[in-house]
């Protein structure tokens, strides 16, 4: 037997160690995990409002409708408006308030005392006189309306021929009648005579057409007396006639001779005469 080294061959086979596999420091100190409690289950999120645009069309419709509906009650409104103004039930309110000239201020000479009545008198001599005098009545608007057209109406109240002193023959002969009932003389205002406004106009020309036809041509020299009526009414803008009231009424008396009102001559001026009311806010 031969020794190698001291050893016998035998001897000689090593044991092998088996390798250690080497651990990191961290992986052994983490303790195995634990048992877990089971997650809780997610709740969905509720969704995010979705942002709308916004709908003009449908907020001009709704606009359109409001406005179309105002128009109609509008509309609605001015119609019975309307109505009430051409079936009468809305009127046009006119009152007298003033007569002008005044007593004072009438012209020299034709205020006169009468024998009859033993008192001063308008007195008219002839034709110029009416113009002399230019008598006007005043009437305000005391309604709620604006009236665009007025209509004078001159009517014969009563008349007679001053025959004191004359042959009872003579004094026996009737008075003229007047053919026409009214004097109708209509005018179409420059301007609407609004609420409390004032409008003037002269009565010239139905006192001139009535005593005319009054007048007793075989008796000339002689006085005629005479009362005249006057009514004013009024014609509302888009009304449908013309109203009056019993204060737009008032009466007018003088004397007068024919002699001084030939036939041809006042017709003459009544074809050419025009006459236009003023209107104004206040007297």
Same mark, same amino acid.
């Given at each position: 037997?031969?020794?190698?080294?001291?050893?016998?061959?035998?001897?000689?086979?090593?044991?092998?160690?088996?390798?250690?596999t080497k651990t990191s420091v961290a992986q052994q100190a983490v303790p195995a995990p634990a048992s877990q409690a089971p997650a809780p289950p997610e709740v969905p999120?509720?969704?995010k409002p979705e942002k709308k645009t916004t709908n003009?069309?449908?907020?001009?419709?709704?606009?359109?409708?409001?406005?179309?509906?105002?128009? &109609?009650?509008?509309n609605a409104t001015t119609s019975n408006r309307n109505y009430d103004r051409l079936s009468g039930r809305t009127r046009a309110q006119l009152v007298m308030i003033d007569s002008v000239p005044a007593q004072e201020d009438v012209p020299e000479g034709l205020l006169q005392k009468s024998p009859i009545f033993d008192e001063q008198v308008l007195t008219l001599s002839d034709v110029d006189d009416f113009f002399r005098l230019n008598p006007r009545l005043l009437f305000k608007n005391v309604g709620d309306e604006p009236i665009g057209?007025?209509?004078? @109406? &001159?009517?014969?109240?009563?008349?007679?021929?001053?025959?004191?002193?004359?042959? @009872? @023959?003579?004094?026996?002969?009737?008075?003229?009648?007047?053919?026409?009932?009214? &004097?109708?003389d209509d005018y179409v205002l420059g301007e609407k005579l609004f609420p409390e406004h004032i409008v003037e106009v002269s009565i010239v020309r139905g006192l001139l057409d009535q005593m005319t036809q009054l007048q007793a041509t075989d008796r000339a020299d002689r006085w005629h007396?005479?009362?005249?009526?006057?009514?004013?009414?009024?014609?509302?803008?888009?009304?449908?006639g013309?109203?009056?009231?019993?204060?737009s009424q008032a009466?007018?008396?003088?004397?007068?001779?024919?002699?001084?009102?030939?036939?041809?001559?006042?017709k003459k001026v009544l074809e050419k005469l025009r006459h236009v009311p003023v209107v104004r806010q206040t007297k």
């Open positions: 037997m031969e020794h190698n080294g001291g050893r016998s061959a035998g001897m000689s086979r090593k044991k092998r160690k088996r390798p250690i999120s509720a969704p003009w069309v449908a907020w001009l419709a709704l606009f359109v409708s409001l406005v179309s509906g105002s128009g &109609t009650i509008w057209d007025i209509r004078l @109406e &001159t009517r014969l109240g009563f008349s007679f021929i001053d025959m004191i002193g004359e042959p @009872e @023959e003579r004094q026996r002969k009737p008075t003229p009648w007047a053919y026409e009932d009214a &004097t109708r007396y005479g009362q005249f009526d006057i009514r004013c009414m009024g014609k509302l803008v888009n009304g449908g013309f109203d009056s009231t019993d204060y009466s007018v008396n003088f004397r007068w001779k024919p002699a001084g009102f030939p036939q041809d001559k006042c």
